[in-house]
Nanobody, 121 residues
Framework: QVQLVESGGGLVQAGGSLRLSCAAS????????MDWYRQAPGKQRELVAS???????GYADSVKGRFTISRDSAKNTVYLQMNNLKPEDTAVYYC???????????????WGQGTQVTVSS
């Protein structure tokens, strides 16, 4: 069993900052890509940021220069530092990780339960 547990969401004023964390636990051999997604009311879930096992990162255009994704492989944890938040960043944020539970197995995607981020104007 693998679990992803997110934390760090909340209510913040526009221009403020939040740091999200997502820790993976359970039977884990290796974690490949780790991502953050978000879903606003009435909208599709969208990819916000991604980080490979080697540390390469990618961002949605809407968050470039404001959000930073990082990971601590020793702790099986991914972070999302969000600065200069805007009301349009309001959404439920989900982490996703591609995890191998045994050597030579194909990685499988696991999701966290989501954490609410609300940015007031």
């Amino acid at each position: 069993q693998v679990q992803l547990v997110e934390s760090g969401g909340g209510l913040v004023q526009a221009g403020g900052s939040l740091r999200l964390s997502c820790a993976a636990s359970g039977i884990i051999f290796s974690i490949n890509t780790m991502d953050w997604y978000r879903q606003a009311p009435g909208k599709q879930r969208e990819l916000v940021a991604s980080i490979s096992r080697g540390g390469s990162t990618g961002y949605a255009d809407s968050v470039k220069g404001r959000f930073t994704i990082s990971r601590d492989s020793a702790k099986n944890t991914v972070y999302l530092q969000m600065n200069n938040l805007k009301p349009e960043d309001t959404a439920v944020y989900y982490c996703n990780a591609n995890i191998q539970t045994v050597r030579l197995a194909v990685g499988k995607d696991y999701w966290g339960q989501g954490t609410q981020v609300t940015v007031s104007s």
